[in-house]
């Protein structure tokens, strides 16, 4: 089955604090989203990727591309007023009916080409396959001035990617209608779909914060 990868990228980088989005801040001398086209295209050249990045922000991207001779093929689209919206035209971008999608955050540049791998196998057996990760802390739950222990092996952390039967993906995200979700895993659920974990990896951070920039860069060298 034709592979595609939909890297969504529209987001304003409010908590990393910088005036350029964060999806564009350099990590070893390049930015960040081209670390994270690079991971899908090294590791399967034939996967066909679309980047879904803001209206405003496409000539900035196509600027970028000149400056650091990056030759990743891609197609570029609009992104929508939230990421549900968002992922829906990245699908849209698609010509084909049939085939397997990653949904995967362009400020996820540590993804593995292992990772990627077993997305794409699981999907194609179980229709779907989301990575997650165990929680390391105590976790509490917490209203007002109530709390109390949870426990902590009940839970994961869900990461990206996350990787689906195309026709599968878009028929859940037409029965979202106007709602919005956080996360295609939930999407796909809330359609009476079974989702499917498989393990991420606790190096596949998203960087959201200066503190996460940080530790990217000490990671990759």
Known sequence: MQKYAVIVAGGKGS??????????????????????????????SQIKIILVLPGEELARWKKLCREFNFSVPHHTTPSGKNRSQSVQN????IA????????????RPMVSGSMIQESFDTAIQK???????????????????NNKALDRNQYRLIQ?????NLR????????????????????????GNSVYLIEGSYRNIKITTPEDLTIAEALLY
């Open 15 to 44: 908590r990393m604090g910088a005036e350029t989005p964060k999806q564009f801040l350099l990590l070893r001398s390049r930015p960040i989203l081209m670390h994270t086209l690079e991971a899908f295209f090294s590791h399967d």
């Open 168 to 191: 599968m993906l878009r028929e859940a995200y037409k029965s979202l209608g106007a709602q919005e979700m956080t996360d295609d895993a939930s999407v796909y659920e809330y359609a």
């Open 96 to 107: 084909e009916q049939e085939g397997l999608v990653a949904i995967h955050d362009g400020v």
């Open 160 to 164: 990206t990617p996350q990787t689906f």
């Open 90 to 93: 990245g699908l849209s971008a």
């Open 127 to 145: 229709g779907c396959a989301i990575t997650s990760v165990a929680l390391k802390d105590s976790i509490r739950w917490s209203e007002g001035s």
